[in-house]
């Protein structure tokens, strides 16, 4: 780890690039606000700790700490666009901002992702924005710094005394831990992308088509979301679900069945659940009489079956269970669900789970 001036770390640095998991999420820090808290600039001001990999001697990837060189970025512009044209000396110094700070080149230092680097380069080139790209937290920000600027008649020698007294530590990690060092870093964080995560792991270990064939599957990342917490609450056992350990649920169940069959055949498993319980969402079920049993479950808000549901359907798929069992154990879980909606039901449904597999066994 090293300590530095945060001015100097974008200034020495040929290009910091965003990481799909770990990208700019708008979570931006007026740096101007911070003045008040040292007018007189007699100590240093800490922002934190910005971990990287890097790419080469002078690009970065950027894991923690984007959101903070964007920041910066952003005073820099509105520095440069509140002094422009007002002097031959104050044009000259612009051009040196830009170049030192903002540019590689003709292109922007900071590297973001498709929509965001859109907006980002139009903003520090210049070019007009539409009405809803200013209802961006990025314009948001760089208008507040023009409005702190020109209302508290701030210098840009000021402003640039001010940044010097600015420092991070940053802390190198290498390329392949990178993103369990994230991870580590943002657990507990309800925004978190679990998704982008396992996007990542996966294009690690060969398989990210495989992956986006099977996000595919599903209308909605929600429905998406449901299928995972129904299948990893049946592998695991869980009592409930985590849905920020999404991520983790999957690496382990990943890394686990790695013992037992290749990566190929485990996204392929797991794209014909997918399936499956796509189909147990639709209803889109051959046997008439499971739609109807199946219709009922779903109209006395069963939802939370629907992960003893997936086991029960591939059995029956798989042979191993008559229709006319699936159909019984369907209509005896509707029973349950009707009675759950007119009183409290002492019976959990763990327990009647314990009763329909008796009853399988039986069968």
Known sequence: MEIVNLLEFLHNTKDFCEVEYAGFNNNLVNILDLL??????TQKIPLGIIYYSPLTLDQYAIIDGLNRLVSLSLLLHAVCECYKKTSVRNDKAIKTIRSKYLLNGNKSKLKLSANNQILYDKIINGERLSGKEKESKMFQLLHRYWTQIKENKLQAA???????????????VEPEIQRNVYYSLKKDSADLDQFALISDYLKNIGILDEWNNLCKIFGSRADLQMFFKDFFVTKFSLAHFNE???YENFVNYFETMLQYAPEDILIAKMIH?????????????DSENIRKALIQVKMHNGED?????????EDYLDNNLSESTFVEILSTIDEYLKKRLKTPNNVGFNELIQYLNAFITCK
């Open 305 to 313: 079956t629907f992960a003893y549901l997936l086991n029960i359907y």
């Open 273 to 285: 659940s997918a399936c499956n319980y796509r189909d147990l969402l639709n209803v889109n079920i």
């Open 244 to 246: 920020n350990k999404l």
């Open 158 to 172: 000021h402003i640039f005394k001010m940044l010097q007294k600015f420092y991070v530590i940053t802390a190198s």
């Open 36 to 41: 008040d808290v040292d007018e007189q600039f």
